[in-house]
């Protein structure tokens, strides 16, 4: 079978096509009917069954009217001794059936509980959906609140004991005001150890002290050490994305080094993690600013062929040479100052060359839809959003500058709702908005990244994600959700998501494997938990069950389809080679015949030639002989004569 060709979903075609009673949302494919990369069914709550025990919608309850029928049509009690009897007698009869018992055992796997409790789920949300789409939105929250189960109490715990950050010593610990204190003495006696370790305790013992972050920062500046600075700075803002002051800070080291595209991306987070503070425009205006002076950066280098400066490592390989195309390094430098989409859309368009991809449009219009309609509330419109779908069991996505979106089959197959599908596209188009793949390139290490997973001269077919750093991941996680959010989907989208793969997968999750720059997925989970809860987005809104079934069905039929023509293809192959095995085989045969007969030929000219050799041996032989007797014989007749003369 062709590479391309899923064998993870063989099981789940037949499981598919065999499994009784499918209709509705229960025809659906469950998770763990995937071969490979499938997932069990996720739970919303963290541990045991996606429904809580609260009740759940009662289906086909009789309305009033139908009572009433029912009250009329009532019988007396002989007539219930009778119809008991008969209904006793036939249950007799219908117990020696065989066929009645085989329908009975169909019947009790039919009703397996886990099945018809993630059902009774999906049902649930569809409900809630059409409340939401209604207008009616207290209801459609009473629905989702019966299937989605509140966060867990530890996590709850930790979100309730996240303390706000401040600036007066005066608050700190009884350890944190030594730390400060020691740090102020360093400073005024110079000593480096004493600056720097009681520094460095006190931001990651007490984060929360921000005058920490701000001394610490100063001490680098002051010795010469402004990369050391940005580090500390950057870790900072991470954690306090709102606090002006540090970002202000932050910028100001990025700028006196000319960092001017680490300067404009750090501008342009306040501006979109922070798009109601009185300072998001201001900063918007710096990073379009620090965006300017980075280009003209790059064209001086282009203009003056400071080409070594800039092309370094992995940028210079990758893109003069695969996957890229024979780009030269003017070229290179001509499309880094083109921008994010000049580099995004010739990494792309190279990605959609190679690896195998979804071309069914229905199923593409309802990704991209979903993906447009999230890249409206990221707040970035400076791009050329696009969205592609690969042929990939796994759950993945990626995304590269200038907002082209790939991903994975998988991700829509593994996901119940659209929510938790668009909670990954928001994540990864975060990613896109906050130009951290584009920081990459210019670091030179997007394509390495990417080169961990794809050889040179060989395919993007096993690219997973691109290796961002932890601030970066946590960064899209923060504009992920609100974006998520403000497009109008459950919040917990991705979160959800993340806990499929956390409890099939655990640290090992295959979207994660071989990053250790990822947080582990259970941590992932108790940050976006903790963003939900401290941002006050709403969990229960709109999830998409309905449509993103559908589209699911689709593809598994697609993939059945391609899966049917590649055994149909294995099979044309197999008579094939049978056909040119027999062949073989006959013209061996002939071939050994031909070798026997002329074998015997040749042999029965040997003996043929050996025989009429002994033939004439044997005839000379008698010559010889008679020869022999007639000389004997003369001589006997000139003995005779001899005699005959002597007197």
Request: glycine content about 6%.
């Amino acid at each position: 079978m062709k590479p391309k060709i899923w064998n993870f979903l063989t099981i789940a075609g037949c499981l598919w096509l065999l499994s009784p009673g499918t209709a509705a949302i229960s025809s659906t494919l469950a998770h763990s009917t995937l071969a490979h990369s499938t997932l069990a069914h996720s739970t919303l709550g963290g541990t045991g069954s996606r429904i809580p025990s609260s009740p759940a919608i009662a289906e086909n309850t009789p309305s009033s009217q139908e009572t009433e029928e029912t009250e009329e049509t009532s019988v007396s009690p002989e007539e219930s001794e009778e119809k008991s009897a008969e209904t006793e007698s036939e249950a007799e009869d219908a117990s020696v059936s065989p066929e009645n018992e085989s329908d009975g055992e169909e019947a009790a796997l039919e009703e397996d509980p886990d099945d018809l409790q993630e059902e009774l789920r999906l049902k649930t949300l569809i409900e809630g959906d059409k409340l939401y789409e209604a207008g009616d939105y207290a209801g459609a929250e009473e629905l989702y609140r019966r299937v989605k189960p509140p966060f867990d109490e530890d996590t709850e715990k930790r979100i309730n004991s996240d303390r706000e950050p401040f600036a007066d010593p005066e608050l700190l610990s009884p350890a944190g005001r030594v730390y400060w204190r020691e740090a102020h003495a360093g400073l005024e006696k110079n000593l480096e150890t004493r600056i720097f370790v009681p520094l460095e305790l006190l931001v990651t013992e007490i984060p929360e002290f921000l005058p920490g972050h701000l001394l610490l920062a100063k001490a680098h500046v002051d010795r010469d050490r402004p990369e050391k600075a940005a580090i500390a700075l950057q870790r900072a803002t991470t954690l306090y994305p709102n606090e002006v002051e540090l970002l202000e800070t932050y910028i100001q080291v990025l700028v006196d080094t000319k960092q001017w595209l680490e300067a404009s991306i750090a501008a342009r987070r306040f501006a979109l993690i922070n798009p109601t503070h009185p300072n998001a425009e201001n900063f918007g205006i710096l990073a379009e600013e620090y965006l300017g002076k980075f280009r003209s950066y790059m064209r001086k280098l282009i203009t003056s062929n400071a080409i070594a400066n800039v092309i370094t490592g992995a940028v210079g390989v990758a893109l003069t040479g695969n996957p890229l195309g024979a780009f030269s390094a003017v070229e290179t430098l001509t499309l880094l100052a083109r921008g994010e989409s000049g580099i995004g859309e010739a990494i792309a368009k190279d990605a959609r060359e190679q690896l195998d991809m979804v071309e069914d449009e229905e199923i593409l219009e309802y990704v991209n839809q979903l993906g447009q309609k999230l890249a409206i509330s990221a707040g970035r419109d400076d791009f050329e959003y696009e969205f592609f779908v690969i042929k990939d069991p796994r759950i993945n996505a990626f995304a590269l500058p200038g907002g082209k979106i790939f991903v994975n089959a998988g991700a829509i197959l593994n996901t119940d709702t659209e929510a938790e599908l668009a909670g990954l596209l928001a994540h990864e188009i975060a990613h896109a908005v906050l130009s951290h793949g584009f920081q990459l390139v210019t670091h030179g290490n997007l394509v390495s990244s990417m080169t961990r997973y794809v050889p040179f001269g060989g395919t993007l077919s096993n690219l997973l994600v691109l290796d961002y750093s932890r601030d970066m991941e946590r960064q899209a996680d923060l504009l992920g959700t609100r974006t998520l959010a403000a497009a109008g989907y459950a919040a917990d989208g991705l979160r959800n998501l993340m806990v499929v793969l956390n409890e099939e997968y655990g640290s090992e999750s295959p979207v994660f494997k071989g990053l250790s720059t990822h947080p582990p997925t259970q941590e992932r989970i108790d940050y976006l938990e903790s963003l939900i809860s401290s941002g006050s987005y709403n969990r229960y809104a709109f999830e998409g069950v309905e449509r993103h079934q559908e589209i699911r069905k689709q593809l598994i039929s697609l993939i059945e389809a391609e899966l049917e023509d590649a055994e149909l293809e294995d099979a044309e192959l197999e008579d094939a080679e049978l056909e040119d095995a027999e062949l073989e085989d006959a013209e061996l045969e002939d071939a050994e015949l031909e070798n026997t007969e002329l074998e015997n030929t040749e042999l029965e000219d040997t003996e043929l030639e050996d025989t009429e050799l002994e033939d004439a041996e044997l005839e000379d032989a008698e010559l010889e002989d008679a020869e022999l007797e007639d000389a004997e014989l003369e001589d006997s007749v000139k003995d005779t004569e001899l005699e005959d003369a002597e007197p």
